[in-house]
């Protein structure tokens, strides 16, 4: 059920996102068809209360009578607003359920940037207001690409286009988008990749998982060998290593772990610094970190007495192409 509403809540964000005016009536959030979906984005933050009050509110008692909510005369802090039902009298409201809500694009950015591990190494940046954001830079099997997230790109072609041609050179973009990818056929950006942000990205609790983007870049069409020994797909977005051809599921922390030493391109990192990078306070534990992870910590990890970690030599980037 759960995934479900993952769904639901994420094809219903894809679509708000796109919209001329994107607000929803609360009502959609407390009773419409899709309030579960609605009621989801609001919990994880994706929705936003806007400073408009809506024009009608169905009366939740009676479900029959629509009213315009105002103002209480006397302040009230829990209900702020109140609206006259003919049939249930005057009715209290909270402020959510009076104001309209709306989307935060900016967010979904934000989320991608952290499912991309590119936090806290980049901050998505606005490249088009509103429109088009640059998410940061990733090496995709030695070849540096730019990733960006983008919503109604169909309306400002010419902005898009300039914006993509001052920040990446052809073929190195990647714009992940909200945006039907079958309406972007226009001339100035026929030769930029774009991504359906529903067919590579899940909703989950903290904000998005992104997968299999990887499938999209032409430049990644490379097969594994049966033996192969890498963290090639930890690099591509994924949370798995490879181990003699297996393909090993990793916890979040152990990927947070790995991708802090494979920043450091071989260099030894003093525990207590990986604990800052993964944000978390006081020591951390690295033997708990791996506890379900000993093979990998063995294989790819080195380590000495005084806390120090590092990537192993046969791991590190240059050597994964």
Request: with cysteine; charged share 25%.
């Amino acid at each position: 059920m759960a995934a479900a509403v993952n769904d639901q809540a994420l094809r219903e964000l894809c679509w708000l996102v796109e919209q001329s005016d994107p607000r929803v009536n609360p009502d959609a959030i407390w009773s419409g068809d899709q309030a579960a979906a609605y009621h989801h984005l609001r919990e994880i933050g994706a929705l936003t209360l806007s400073n408009e009050v809506t024009d009608g509110s169905l009366c939740r008692e009676c479900s029959t009578e629509v009213f315009r909510p105002v103002a209480n005369e006397l302040p009230d802090p829990e209900f702020p607003y109140h609206g006259y039902c003919g049939e249930c009298g005057w009715i209290a409201l909270r402020k959510e359920e009076a104001h309209l809500w709306r989307p935060q694009p900016a967010k979904i950015a934000r989320w991608l940037g952290t499912a991309l591990q590119l936090t806290p190494h980049y901050v998505p940046e606005p490249a088009v207001e509103g429109v088009l954001w640059r998410l940061g830079e990733r090496e995709f099997r030695r070849r540096r690409h730019v990733l960006f997230f983008g919503r109604r790109i169909g309306d400002a072609l010419a902005p898009v286009r300039d914006a993509l041609a001052r920040l990446a050179a052809p073929g190195t973009e990647v714009i992940i988008t909200t945006t039907d990818v079958s309406t972007l056929r226009a001339p100035s950006l026929a030769d930029r990749l774009f991504v359906p942000l529903r067919a590579i990205a899940h909703l989950r609790k903290g904000g998005l998982v992104v997968e299999n983007l990887e499938a999209y870049i032409p430049v990644l069409g490379k097969i594994q060998h049966p033996d192969e020994t890498s963290l090639r797909l930890l690099r591509l977005g994924q949370r798995k290593a490879l181990i003699d051809g297996q393909e090993i599921r990793l916890s979040p922390q152990v990927c947070s772990f790995l991708t802090i030493l494979d920043d450091h391109d071989g260099d030894e990192v003093h525990k207590q610094h990986i604990a800052e990078a993964m944000g978390v306070d006081g020591p951390i534990d690295v033997a708990q970190i791996f506890k379900r992870h000993r093979r990998v910590f063995d294989t790819f990890v080195g380590s000495d007495k005084k806390g120090h970690f590092w990537l192993k030599p046969d791991f590190l980037k240059i050597d994964d192409a």
